[in-house]
């Protein structure tokens, strides 16, 4: 599939959903409800704020926000409206024009930490708005109802929010990275936030994906969801011969409400998932081609508990736990590995949480985070045998995996932000302390290697490779990121944001790594800005890899490799030549890599829904960490070191590009929301990672070439309808052109005991596979009934300042589980991946003396169609 059938199908989808945008019918209510949310600069809720309604005819409604942060005005007559917000050390703020309906609307209201009294501007100029780096301009604000309309499944969730925020997306919970997501019924926001060159991002190309969870106020409320495939809604795997048994169950409970009435809320949730699906493997054996399906089982248990204490009116101390469970099965069989090569995993990880973001000072926001996590993985093959690898055709034998591992991460990070005259500065730090010990016994047992069927048969292997020594590895590895950042309003359409990072590594060899970055937006026309920056971004040493280096490093265990050995017992032949051990070596001059990065992007409004967005970057990566064999045969002689065998050793000696530019566009409205993106790329390095050999290790720069993932061109789009009567629709499209593969011979004709050589003239990487596209659809229909409990007398009173009309008890607030303020709810889905039925081929293969050699040997899922539904209460 080329590029112009690429685009032409998602045109055509967009087409497709654009009719069913056109307005719905209107509700039967005639009044209109109005929730307000006010938070903070970090989007932190603000309790106690003063929020004040005034109507076009002059009346007014005044309430204080919960500890939700929430003002919920009911029974407004439908007509336009003006807000007032304003609290304890904060700038107020005001909200012109907005315009009310018969139904519902939320609206979110940002305030800014107050600064000198000749500063407070109660109306921002819209251009100021526009190059504000820490406001809205810089952010993509997912609706409640976009929410609603993404998967339960939190694994796919996560996958689904990362593809739509494009590459580089990192996910935030409450400022915190890692664990799982949080259900949807808890999530009060999601904030998409790309400001790429703030000294307080680690990572390049940043793109924070932030998700803010609501505390439990009111009355407990709750959601119980359910979902489940099988095979009979599945279709049969396009490399499989027949369609063999798959199903998928996910249930989830969560509750949250006081423990302390205005004080304190406790957030409870449970999920849980079962399935095996059908995993095809396509292998060629001596007595001829094998087709069939082997089912993995996966089994996962995530809990949570989250406690919510309000401290002062700007402060509230957040406190959390996890405990994310994994259990799999029948893993490693698949492609060419046979059913012997299975192993299994069991995981534990268990995390522990303590937040606090709130006024430091009357000009100043303080934000603090504490997390420590404790990992616990253990993973064993099913069969103890030697491996049996033959290059391109099959595997078999045992998986060689046998492994423990314990890990403590400790991490400690502290913000805060404060003025000073027109400068608005930012600074902070991030610790983390993490402890490894771990006992990986790969490849105890021993490997096989023949590099084609002919010499299976002829029972010639090329080599027998083996590991051996006390696999126990102990180690603690130390980061420190400290920044400070000045964001300085040259001009009310002009802005310019300035900072440095410093970071720090153990076990990485370099200390002076500082960081400059530099931002700058300006507003030429109202509804168009133009952003440019630049900076450096260091990366950190992979703790994985410093694992491996020292297990390996000759004292702790060490490989033997025999070449032309015997078969099945490697020193049964008469041509047996064992090499001396060989092992991993660091070098003395290894430094942290660091990304050198630049960037332009112009964005336009068009009216008041549209934006579109064109932008640029480019990226190099300097002292990328690769493996380099410093003891390989001479041209024409022998090893420098007669006494080692291979010696890898782990050199910063790596370099890579990226080229990417885009174009895309979104609209957000209550009823309608799209977004859509092309995105162009170009990504070239010279190396596969930190323990992948070149091919020649005396010419490091003949491995330049298309990197391993490099997708020229991709195409999202995204489409969330609320429809009438409850209904609501969403899609997800995507396609990507082809990525690359490397053509090997499949022999080790350069004798450096590697066998990653390619034919004459053939660069890597040179190869590509086939192109990719598929649609997700999601259709659910929600309903509520009953009266709302606060009827039956569990009733929350709200008091209000009565200036005009209105005025006294405000009624019952809704709850989360309730419908437009229904006691009950219900929610029925279907969701569709690969509604069409896509062929997606994958594991193209590269080596020549492969059967396959050219063919791909897998595809993605085909269609896979999931029912369930949601109650709420």
Known sequence: MNLRDMLRLGLMIVSLAAPLSAPAQKPEAESSSLKITVVDPQSAVIGSARVAVKSSRGNQRTLQTDQRGEAIFPKLSPRQYAVHVEADGFKARDVDKVTLKPGAKNLEVRLEVEGAAEQVNIKQDEREKMTDPRGDAFTSVLTQDQIDQMPDDPDEFANLLQQIAGPGGIIRVNGFMGGKLPPKSQIREIRIHRNPYAAENHFSGFISIDIYTKPGVGLWHGTLNFGFRNDATMARNAFADFKGPEQYRRFGMDADGPLFRNSTSLSLSAQGMQFYDSKTVVAALPQGELRTLVQPLSKTLYLSARVEQVLTKTHTLRAEYQRNANLQGDLGVGNFDLPSRAFSTSSVEQIFRLSDSGLLTRH????????????????????????????????????????????????????????????????????????????????????????????????????????????????????????????????????????????????????????????????PVKRTVIRAGGGIFYSWLGPDTYEQAVRDDGLHMHDLLILNPGFPSPLAAGQVAPLP??????????????????????????????????????????????????????????????????????????????????????????RFAFYAAYIWSRATDDNDGSFSLPTNNFNLAADRGPASGDMRHRFYSSVNLNLIKGLGFGSFFHANSATPYNITTGFDNNHDFVFNDRPAGVSRNSARGAGQWDLDTRLSWRFGFGKPRAATGARMRVQTVRVGEGGGDMGPMPGMGGEKGKRWMFQLYVQAYNLLNHVNKINFFGVETSPFFGQATAALPGRRLETGLRFGF
């Open 364 to 523: 100043s926001i303080n934000e603090f985070r504490l997390q420590e996590t404790f990992t616990s993985v253990d993973s064993g093959s099913v069969t103890q045998a030697p491996a049996v690898i033959v290059a391109g055709a099959f595997s078999s034998g045992g998986a060689g995996v046998d492994a423990r591992r314990r890990t403590n991460d400790l991490e400690l990070a502290d913000n805060v932000d404060f003025l000073a005259g027109k400068n608005s500065f930012r600074a902070g730090f991030l610790m983390d302390a993490i402890s490894y010990h771990t006992r990986d016994q790969q490849n105890v047992v021993g490997t096989f290697l023949f590099p084609s069927l002919a010499a299976l048969i002829q029972a010639r292997p090329s080599t027998f490779s083996q590991r051996v020594g006390n696999p126990d590895v102990r180690f603690n590895q130390y980061e420190l990121g400290s920044y400070i950042q000045d964001d300085i309003r040259l001009h009310k359409s002009l802005s310019l944001s300035v900072g440095v990072r410093h970071e720090f590594q153990s076990n990485a060899g370099s200390y002076a790594n500082f960081a400059p970055r530099v931002g700058i937006a300006w507003s």
């Open 581 to 670: 051990p060989g092992r991993t070596v660091f070098d003395p001059h290894l430094r942290v890599p660091y990304v050198e990065q630049v960037s332009a992007a112009i964005e336009r409004q068009l009216g008041k829904v549209l934006n579109l967005n064109v932008d640029y970057m480019y990226a190099r990566t300097v002292h990328g960490i690769r493996g380099h064999d410093i003891n390989a045969p001479q041209p024409g002689g022998g090893v420098p070191d007669p006494n080692a065998g291979v010696v890898n050793q782990i050199e910063s000696s790596g370099n890579s590009r990226l080229d990417l530019a885009s174009v895309s566009a979104s609209r957000f409205s209550p």
